[in-house]
């Protein structure tokens, strides 16, 4: 059944970004971050954007969020305009580190954005309960963050995105500073739970192979003053395995068709038109 | 792991000790064949101090003391730690009232002994007064420098996961400025003890500083001594009490600071 939006992601909407832009304003002058960026993700749907570092990659997942407000355009979550942070999304930050409250238990943590549900007492624990255990976490829970390494606590972040039970997940390089066999077991924790949870992701990367891999299709981002360069199917199977889908031709090929576009990105090249 | 606990901690209290046992030598020796009655032995002020504080003036003037401190500090940390996150909060609201704070805090709080008289008497209410005002200070304005220190990744979080204001105010702002606050709240104790003292100098009829003075001018100088030794008990006292409220509270901060540092 699931399979079925994700073969037609058009047929619903979960978040349409129309005509986005943001610039910033700095005394005098004014910078622009995002010239105009137009895109839609359906629901269920597992889309990573990707760009050259400084492509306001940040800034566009901050708007999409409702924590920065854009300068023009829009973005609509399942038929609202995101005008504050939606009552049915959630964020996985770039810096683990600093995205937990060092002073609350893994548990309290994960519980805290709960409180305000109007959940009783035994739904609330289920949940913290369940997404402890989806993360592989369950026997952590009375620790508190810093006494976890990296990975860990990243997966803490992602446990308590997912006991908030979002339609959409949005992650800002959630993996960029771990390390690279902890990445690899943090991504394919990603697709299975976008594969049981049936949510929609929105996964922010500047990791090339990170994006082919987990993504259903990709967003190529330009550099700054952001554009959309490029949007494109990734045509891989959907059961994922780091040996087999990262050994196979396709992946290669989309891998290097990625780094060149990024490439082009990086030296200033516009999408034609 | 706990036995070696246990004696790390006994070596601590032998190295914190070595220096006190060695004064209170060097105090006993110096003064033993002491004639002048303003140094008196350290023999006979010790022989004294038992009769002079356990007795009724405990009650009278020691109790009194710490109640009026006890009440005057506890004010001064609700209303510190008030004003501290509505200034650390809003930056129009620091612009506009740093200034005056800056004039305040440079007011030496004794020298409001005599307007504090004016207006409310000579009661207790006085002398909570001067130690409010003295003690509110530090915790004010740690607690705006902590509330201003606030993670930004954090704020966001809570932003993103649309949590309340009480919520923020109590799983957030508090605990995350509460390392400051209670930098603050050490400065605030000291001066708390300082002032409870001078509060009592003038137009006192009960209390440890009274008592001070009333000894001093009745020329009660072995009194006087103990009067100054126990000053000092308390002071250690409440010292030690508060740095067991704070290793409980900010155990997350010190093992987070433990983690830190092994990382790097």
Known sequence: MADNTRANPSSSAMVEVIGLRKSYDDHHRSIEAIRDVTFTVGAGELVCIIGPSGAGKTTLLKCIAGLLAPSGGQVVLEGQPVTEPPARMAVVFQEYGRSLFPWMSVRENVDLPLKRKHLTAAQREKLVNDALAAVDLADVHRAYPWQLSGGMQQRVAIARAVAYEPHVLLMDEPFAAVDAQTRADLEDLIRRLWRSLGITMLFVTHDIDEAVYLGQRVLVLSSSPTVIMENIAIDLPDDRSQLETRSLPRFAELRKHLYAQIQASKQGRRPAG | ?264
Not at chain 2, 74 to 101: C, F, K, T, W, Y
Not at chain 2, 196 to 202: G, K, L
């Open chain 2, 1 to 264: 792991m706990s036995s070696d606990r246990a004696i790390q901690i006994v070596r601590q209290m032998a190295l914190a000790m070595g220096l006190p046992a060695l004064l209170f030598v060097a105090w006993w020796i110096s003064s033993s064949g002491s004639e002048s009655i303003f140094f008196p032995p350290l023999s006979n002020i010790l022989r004294t101090f038992a009769d002079v504080w356990f007795s009724p003036r405990i009650m009278h003037d020691v109790v009194p003391s710490l109640v009026r401190l006890f009440i005057g500090y506890l004010s001064a940390v609700a209303l510190g730690l008030a004003l501290g996150i509505a200034i650390g909060a809003s930056r129009r609201m620091r612009q506009v009232i740093e200034p005056v704070l800056e004039f305040l805090r440079a007011i030496p709080p004794p020298v409001l002994v005599p307007i504090f008289m004016l207006f409310v008497g000579i009661g207790d209410m006085m002398k909570m007064l001067v130690i409010i005002s003295g003690c509110v200070w530090p915790v004010l304005l740690n607690t705006v420098a902590g509330v201003r220190a606030l993670d930004s990744v954090l704020e966001e979080v809570i932003r993103c996961y649309r949590i309340g204001m009480v919520a923020r105010l109590w799983y957030f702002v508090l605990p995350g400025a509460s390392p400051q606050i209670f930098a603050g709240m050490r400065q605030a104790l000291s001066i708390g003890i300082i002032l409870m003292v001078i509060s009592e100098m003038f137009a006192a009829s009960n209390g440890l500083g009274f008592s001070l003075v009333q000894f001093q001018r009745s020329f009660a100088i072995p009194e006087m001594w103990t009067g100054i030794i126990l000053l000092g008990l308390i002071g250690i006292l409440l010292a030690f009490i508060f740095r067991f409220v704070e290793n409980w509270m900010l155990a997350w901060y010190f093992g987070l600071r433990r983690s830190q540092r092994e990382s790097s």
